[in-house]
T-cell receptor, first 112, second 114 residues
């Protein structure tokens, strides 16, 4: 099975940088995703890592270490609209397929 | 707009009843995933279909069933509803059959069981 851990809540100041960590244990691994979800809305894709290293996409970067079962999402130049839940999801083996399993999400509160 | 359409957006019903949630995937996507999200809970995987066939199953209750039709739309049937089934139900689609590719989520169907 899959187990994904991420902090429940984080707070940060507008304009600052925040790092959201995710650790996982999975049987089989075929990539890790980060999604953003505003309350009551659909999750939206932020990033995808399948190989070790850093992927940068504008103000958002994501890092993966497969040997450590660890990833982080880095958000720079925080804006108020970045207040949302950030979901770490891992493609892990399930039966004869790989399915995306989501963590419970990290609620990020950005204050002025 | 992700291109994934879910109906209805909101549904209020009573315990013991049965409901059907519908999902139309993005054009060209063959995979449909169903997730349940309860208050303060993460997205719980229910079931996946690929090109009309069941591909993977999560912790889906026996009272719940799903199918994917030849036009690739999918339906999730929830029966003998209980208060605890109140949740946001998301459908997501992807091009691939599993193990790769971004998921595109619909806006969800919010089910309230009274």
């Amino acid at each position: 099975g899959q187990n994904i851990d991420q902090p429940t809540e984080m707070t940060a100041t507008e304009g600052a940088i925040v790092q959201i960590n995710c650790t996982y244990q999975t049987s089989g691994f075929n990539g890790l995703f980060w999604y953003q979800q505003h309350a009551g809305e659909a999750p939206t894709f932020l990033s995808y890592n399948v190989l070790d290293g850093l992927e940068e996409k504008g103000r958002f970067s994501s890092f993966l270490s497969r040997s450590k079962g660890y990833s982080y999402l880095l958000l720079k130049e925080l804006q108020m609209k970045d207040s949302a839940s950030y979901l770490c999801a891992v493609y892990g083996a399930s039966g004869g397929s790989y399915i995306p399993t989501f963590g419970r999400g990290t609620s990020l509160i950005v204050h002025p | 707009d992700s291109g994934v359409t879910q109906t209805p957006k909101h549904l209020i019903t009573a315990t013991g009843q049965r409901v059907t949630l519908r999902c139309s995937p993005r054009s060209g996507d063959l995979s449909v995933y169903w997730y349940q999200q309860s208050l303060d809970q993460g997205l719980q995987f229910l079931i996946q279909y690929y090109n009309g066939e069941e591909r993977a199953k999560g912790n889906i209750l026996e009272r719940f069933s799903a199918q994917q039709f030849p036009d690739l739309h999918s339906e999730l049937n929830l029966s003998s509803l209980e208060l605890g089934d109140s949740a946001l139900y998301f459908c997501a689609s992807s091009v691939a059959g599993g193990g790769t590719g971004e998921l595109f989520f619909g806006e969800g169907s919010r089910l309230t069981v009274l």
